[in-house]
């Protein structure tokens, strides 16, 4: 297989600039050198059509650059539309595949997920992924993409439990984060762990998507990633929650999305419409739309109802 060509836009032009002169984004991967051959736009219509596009943005976003993709010079139809996007629309409740089908329809369309936090790809650490479509040969063709011998990618047919564990998983990143911050040990964050395991199940089955899916990368990998890793951003705003720090304290300033702050309302009033049982997302809600205090949030848990596991 041949050199890949790759192009970068993004929103921010002056940024665009300076990665393009500098071949670095000193802002979101600092240290990481970019290649040479990577070809950076200031607008999106100075992009070329692809085989392939990748969405990597924050879900709030993803509609809008849709949008000016389709409109522009850029748009081809038979262009397959990659989401790496982990969240949801806040109103409709669409997931970033549904977006990218409606606004453009005439286009194959597939997901990118797994635990694949840009910190360690961009310096070629071993990773592995899931590419999600309902179409098996298109999935294959985003496979072979994606070519590095340290990025290995899995398909699959499950879009519907792999987008829905992406956006589940940030949420119980952020109650893992406050474990932390609450100083909780070993013991505690590996039953948490497990109990946002058994929550992401219930749901993301009850959403039409499969426990495989649950029980792969998308699902356990990434929650895993994301619960422990020092990378995320969901965790690191849970950590701040844990040690009595305010939302409003711990956004001011930041330049980063924690997608599980903007999409935890929707996903515990899914929960609560559909009847589905899930105490930890709901104590999360509780912290962040009401300002429950952490501890008092972590009694709620403990004091539950004694069950069986299953």
Not at 8 to 34: A, C, K
Not at 83 to 108: H, Y
Request: hydrophobic share 40%; charged share 20%.
């Amino acid at each position: 297989m041949g050199a890949i060509r790759v192009q970068f836009w993004g929103r921010d032009s002056e940024l665009m600039r300076r990665i393009d002169q500098h071949r670095l984004n000193d802002r979101y991967l600092p240290g990481v050198p970019l290649s040479q051959h990577l070809r950076v736009v200031e607008e999106v219509g100075q992009l070329e059509p692809s085989d392939v596009v990748l969405f990597v943005v924050p879900s709030k976003g993803i509609a809008q650059t849709a949008a000016l993709y389709e409109q522009s010079q850029a748009y081809s139809a038979q262009s397959i539309l990659l989401s790496c996007t982990k969240g949801i629309d806040q109103e409709s409740l669409r997931r970033p595949s549904q977006i990218l089908s409606d606004l453009c329809p005439g286009n194959p369309v597939a997901v990118l997920t797994g635990p694949n936090h840009a910190e360690e790809v961009g310096r070629q650490m071993p990773t592995a992924a899931v590419v999600a479509c309902a179409n098996e040969q298109t999935a294959q063709a985003v496979q072979n993409a994606f070519t590095p011998a340290w990025f290995r990618i899995y398909t699959s047919t499950d879009v519907v439990g792999a987008e829905w564990c992406a956006v589940l998983k940030n949420c119980y990143a952020i109650a893992a984060g406050i474990g932390i911050g609450l100083g909780l040990g070993d013991n505690a964050m590996a039953a948490l762990v497990t109990r946002a395991l058994a929550e992401m199940n219930r749901l993301v089955t009850a959403l039409g998507g499969r426990v495989t899916t649950c029980q792969g990368l998308a699902g356990v990998g990434d929650l895993m990633a994301t619960c422990y890793s020092p990378h995320s951003r969901n965790r690191a705003l849970g950590i701040e929650l844990g040690r009595g720090r305010s939302l409003e304290q711990i956004l001011r300033g930041s330049h980063t999305v924690a997608e599980g702050l903007t999409n935890s309302a929707s996903l515990h009033e899914l929960a609560r419409s559909r009847g589905i049982e899930a105490p930890i997302l709901s104590e999360v809600h509780q912290i962040l739309v009401h300002g429950k205090a952490a501890a008092s949030a972590l009694g709620d848990l403990l004091s539950r109802e004694a069950k069986a596991e299953d």
